[in-house]
């Protein structure tokens, strides 16, 4: 039976899944195939490499507090609040170097999410798309307002999370019978009615991608429907859902290296607690 794991996305929130995945490798469990979006998609990473080691999560925590990394002056000087330049250079090469090799050669398969602006919808890229530079996995970490559109096998794009906040129902899709599902809000988190940004404000910075800006109008309602799939799939004994034991209440945007490392060990303590149900689901 096929099992895949799925990442919601969420900023600085998802250290939270880092240290869900930190615990998950720790306990040698693995996926054939994993699906994540935005902040999830760039912990898929390190977990199918198998870099996530908690002194690997608590270093990459040290370098999350730069400027470099995340700063007002990132989106003065290049357009995007994120540092992806840093991110997916210095940092991926010499600082922290990822494992190419080990990533390529695993078995367990990776669906990156992103937003294609030009039909409003989630498009997702497997392993063999993904270049050195990985630029879809950049794509679906790019925030709309605070990063510049990504230019991507022919497609332009922005965060996954716009259209797609919660890949389950691509996992389904896939033929997945059943998933684990790994959430960055804890049990009572709905969004509420309003969206992000007015159609006013989303028309000026993105009027040449109208069903873009239909889609992040509808984004609230996405999520919550999204959740209702979760839900749904755990009442049916199909998923089995990690998500944080009680509130994490930071920015999305968080430097604090000891809010970050609270959160990346609650992500810990809680994929812990959960590998008795865990284990008796996957068997």
């Known amino acids: 039976m096929s099992i895949g794991l799925v990442l919601e996305g969420g900023g600085m929130r998802g250290w939270y899944t880092a240290g869900v995945l930190t615990a998950l490798t720790e306990n040698g469990i693995d996926f054939p195939c994993v699906y994540g979006i935005s902040a999830g998609a760039s912990n898929a990473l390190n977990y199918i490499s198998k870099q996530n080691t908690r002194d690997f999560g608590r270093a990459m ?12 002056s990132n989106l003065q000087k290049t357009g995007s609040l994120f540092g992806f330049d840093f ?69 332009e794009l922005l965060d996954g999370g716009c259209t797609m906040p919660i890949p389950i129902e691509r996992s389904i899709f896939d033929g997945n019978e059943r998933s684990v599902i790994v959430l960055t809000r804890d049990f009572s988190y ?25 889609a992040m109008m509808k984004r609230p309602e996405t999520y919550n429907n999204e959740l209702d799939v979760c839900r749904r799939q755990e009442k049916a004994g199909k998923a089995f859902v990690i998500r944080p034991s009680s509130p994490i209440v930071i920015s999305r945007y968080e430097k604090d290296p000891e809010k970050l490392n609270k959160i990346y060990e609650m992500g810990i303590h809680d994929c812990e607690n959960s590998l008795n149900n865990l284990n008796k689901f996957l068997n």
């Open 61 to 72: 925590i040290r370098y999350s507090a730069e400027e470099r990394y995340i700063s007002v």
């Open 87 to 155: 991110i997916f250079g210095e940092l991926f090469h010499s600082l922290l170097p990822f494992d190419y090799e080990t990533f390529f050669d695993s078995p367990v398969q990776l669906k990156v999410g992103a937003t294609d602006l030009k039909t409003g919808q989630a498009v997702f890229f497997d392993k063999a798309q993904l270049d050195e530079e990985m630029t879809a996995v950049r794509a679906s970490c790019s925030l709309p307002f605070l990063s510049n559109i990504v230019t991507y096998r022919g497609y």
């Open 190 to 214: 709905r969004k509420g009615p309003n969206p992000e940004f007015p159609r006013s404000v989303l028309h000026v910075k993105y009027g040449d991608y109208p069903l873009f800006v239909d």
